[in-house]
């Protein structure tokens, strides 16, 4: 199954489940800042996840116990790729030149940058 956005408040939900491994509704509220919202709220984004195929639960009586199905990494990897084709054209060099211009990188950051390409080179070498 293709992975889908998420919503803020799914995306949320996620973070906390990715942190937990598992959770009934209750655990992830206590895990919300204030001010949390209703459980219904929580319980209703949690049924939306399930039915996008991010999450499924076990149940043990009454209580369902919910867990990721689609990984941390592997949602990073698309949210990435659509920002990278939305906003950079594909370009690594147009995400760079974005960042070191937008948070104004100084000489330091620029360094550690040259470092991480120079040590991503040899590994690759």
Do not use: C
Not at 21 to 47: F, G, L, Q
Not at 64 to 88: C, Q
Request: hydrophobic share 40%; proline share 4%; aromatic share 12%.
């Amino acid at each position: 199954m293709p992975i889908k956005e998420l919503t803020k408040a799914e995306e949320q939900v996620m973070q906390i489940l990715w942190q937990l491994s598992e959770a009934i509704v209750k655990d992830i509220i206590e895990k919300m800042p204030d001010p949390k919202p209703a459980y219904n709220t929580v319980s209703t984004v949690v049924r939306v996840l399930e039915g996008k195929g991010f999450i499924d639960h076990k149940a043990y009586g009454n209580s369902y116990v919910y867990f990721p199905l689609v990984e941390e990494t592997e949602y990073k990897k698309f949210t990435f790729d659509k920002m990278m084709m939305n906003y950079f054209s594909n370009s690594y060099q147009s995400l760079v030149s974005f960042i070191a211009d937008e948070k104004k990188l100084g000489l330091k950051e620029l360094d550690e940058l040259t470092a991480l390409i120079d040590n991503l080179k040899n590994k690759k070498s």
